[in-house]
């Protein structure tokens, strides 16, 4: 029997029993609470389109519930779950290629969000370990982006702190700051390929966060939260604090055009139908660029911290790189009207619906490619998801 078929025996519509899962799959924290992952409540059930299972990274009380990777079916049963140790939580859980194989991968460790610290990991559709991934030159990974590239190396981020002088800017001149990295790494040596740092590229002046009251305090300026690649190989890079994404070039770090924040590349445009923000923006504490091709992108649009958008939403956006002109060509808002204050991203499947994770709202929904809300499941309050996919597992052999 497959280990997929055999969790599914296992599991229920709600919820795994830890102490009926074999150490195997289950992980050796299973038995340390026999709460296991929090129940998922489908609220409107999805269309049967082939496109596969739930990923989500459930995080919440650990009193409550176990944290860890799991995969759902469409209808919310327990497909497998993997408990990870008290006070650890995992993130970016879905399934990617690695030597031309199907693989699951995650991070897992602490701090997500913060200054975190954490290990990348990669397992083969045998549910077992094959490989681990760790940030270089001294730095530790961070949960926001595990990304194995066609040309099978990781794209992974992380944060520093330094001190920074901001007289320049109304500021200290011993501010400690938190900058965020990118690294290119080889899975198979741990050698960095490439690193590309936000303070060496961006001002500080171009954040919308607030200063600390104190300098000792560090300051999290930009926030970076995704590496992605663009449709010709080049980098998107996301960052929160300042509203804006990076086109980054792979090779030379060079930025090569800028969506919003205070210094876009391009004037923003609403398409009929459409509307920016109350600041006049396309999205503001944003998340997960994705290129859909096209000369289209995606963004998970928070518009959390003030008052800009009544809820949160995923926004398509055309770029026209001859005019500079970025227009917002269609969004698929919270269906409860909410305001997700931080993480969530935004999924295009195959067949063009859009599929959502809600990050700090206890949430995940599909939509069709017209806008109608297809399927949507909600976790306990206090429970969060930082992304969900939707992907197949096992692929076809």
């Given at each position: 029997m497959h280990p997929r078929s055999l969790i599914r025996w296992l599991a229920g519509p709600a919820a795994v029993l830890a102490g009926l899962l074999p150490a195997a799959l289950a992980g050796p924290a299973a038995a340390a609470s026999p709460a296991g992952p929090p129940p998922v409540t489908v609220l409107t059930s999805g269309p049967d389109n082939g496109n596969g299972d739930i990923f989500i990274s459930p995080y919440g009380p650990a009193t409550s519930y176990q944290n860890g990777p799991e995969i759902l079916s469409p209808s919310g049963q327990v497909i497998w779950f993997h408990p990870v140790p008290a006070g650890e939580e995992a993130s970016d859980f879905r399934t990617q290629?690695?030597?031309?194989?199907p693989v699951l991968?995650?991070?897992q460790g602490t701090g997500l969000g913060g200054l975190s610290s954490g290990t990348d990991y990669i397992y083969d559709d045998h549910y077992q370990q094959i490989a681990t991934v760790q940030a270089g030159n001294g730095y530790t990974a961070d949960g926001h982006e595990f990304l194995i590239t066609p040309w099978n190396t990781a794209l992974i981020l992380a944060?520093?702190?330094?001190?920074?002088?901001?007289t320049a800017i109304g500021g200290p001149a011993d501010q400690r700051v938190i900058d965020g990295l990118v690294q290119e790494i080889d899975i198979k040596t741990g050698r960095v390929l490439f690193q590309w740092d936000s303070a060496g590229h961006v001002?500080?002046?171009d954040s919308y966060q607030p200063r600390p009251p104190s300098p000792s305090t560090p300051w999290d300026w930009f926030h970076i939260?995704?590496?992605h690649l663009d449709t010709d190989s080049n980098l998107l890079v996301d960052s929160r604090n300042t509203w804006t994404t990076f086109k980054v070039n792979r090779h030379t770090g060079q930025i090569m055009w800028q969506l919003g924040g205070k210094h876009s590349s391009f004037s923003l445009r609403a398409a009929p139908g459409q509307v920016l923000d109350r600041d006049g923006k396309i999205f503001a504490w944003?998340?997960?660029p994705e290129a859909i091709g096209g000369g289209e992108y995606t963004f998970f649009d928070d518009e959390s911290g003030g008052n800009l958008l009544s809820s949160s939403r995923v926004v398509t956006v055309r770029l026209d790189l001859a005019t500079r002109v970025a227009t917002l060509v269609k969004s698929d808002n919270q269906p409860e009207h909410q305001v997700a204050q931080?993480?969530?991203n935004g999924q295009t499947t195959p067949g063009g619906d859009m599929f959502v994770g809600w990050g700090a709202l206890p949430y995940v929904?599909?939509?069709s490619p017209a806008g109608k809300l297809l399927f949507n499941a909600k976790l306990p309050a206090g429970v969060s998801t930082y992304r969900a996919y939707l992907l197949p597992w096992p692929p076809a052999s």
């Open positions: 290629r690695y030597l031309g194989k991968t995650w991070w944060y520093t702190t330094a001190t920074a002088n901001l001002p500080y002046a939260n995704a590496v944003q998340h997960d931080v993480m969530g929904s599909e939509f």
